[in-house]
């Protein structure tokens, strides 16, 4: 499976400000996802993002708010724009392998204060 | 789209014994179906998966069972140890290009 590192683990932001989470991977890879997990919850997708286009976001998320760069096969970044306490969340990156299969980066956790 | 229901939410079992998690899918288009594992304060790992080719797929104390027409599929752990207790996600996808859809968990307690 594809070795998947993000950065930063962890944070801890004001509210209004905006944090870049960046995700890379050890091989070229043609799907990555961003998913967000509320405490003792699901994984909730919030885009898709394919080298090349624009990202594709789920409903109930928008591109001002979380923007997504991926600029080639082994890296991408997540923006959370103007934060709030309600963004305090686990933010990961997932990479699709060859077979469907995904796998997850180790998570970012944010806390807004 | 899809939607996936997991069941039980929670589950405390002995050591020893067996522990089975069923989930329902709604979308009869999809083929992919991984089960992850959540300890934690860790990030999700993919412990087994099966596809709509078959019915039935283990590893070691592990397995899923696959029923197409009633859209359900279930992992089963036997001889169950305390390294078992986590949260237990199943997700269904229906192609290549469409991410997976997670049902909401299961949280394994196993009870030494």
């Known amino acids: 499976s594809a070795v998947i590192s993000q950065k930063p683990s962890r944070d801890i932001c004001q509210r209004g400000t905006s944090l870049t989470i960046q995700c890379q991977v050890d091989s070229q890879v043609t799907m990555m996802f961003w998913y967000r997990q509320q405490p003792g919850q699901s994984l909730t997708l919030i885009a898709t993002?394919?080298?090349?286009?624009?990202?594709?976001?789920e409903s109930g998320f928008v591109i001002d708010k979380f923007p997504i760069s991926r600029p080639n096969l082994t890296f991408s970044t997540l923006t959370v724009s103007n934060m709030s306490p309600e963004d305090s969340s686990i933010y990961l990156c997932s990479v699709q392998g060859a077979a469907y299969e995904q796998y997850f980066g180790p998570g970012t956790r944010l806390t807004v204060t | 789209g899809e939607n996936v229901e997991q069941h039980p939410s929670t589950l405390s079992v002995q050591e020893g014994d067996s522990a089975v998690i069923k989930c329902t899918y709604s979308d009869s288009a999809s083929n992919y179906f991984p089960w992850y594992k959540q300890e934690l304060g860790k990030r999700p790992q993919l412990i087994i998966d099966?596809?709509?080719?078959?019915g039935e797929k283990k590893d070691q104390r592990i397995a899923v069972t696959l029923n197409k027409t009633a859209k359900h599929f279930s992992l089963h752990i036997t001889e169950t140890q305390p390294e078992d207790s986590a949260v237990y996600f199943c997700a269904a996808t229906s192609s290549g290009n469409t991410p997976l859809v997670f049902g909401k968990g299961t949280r394994l307690s196993v009870i030494a």
């Open positions: 099966i596809r709509s080719n078959v």
């Open positions: 993002a394919n080298q090349g286009s624009e990202a594709t976001y």
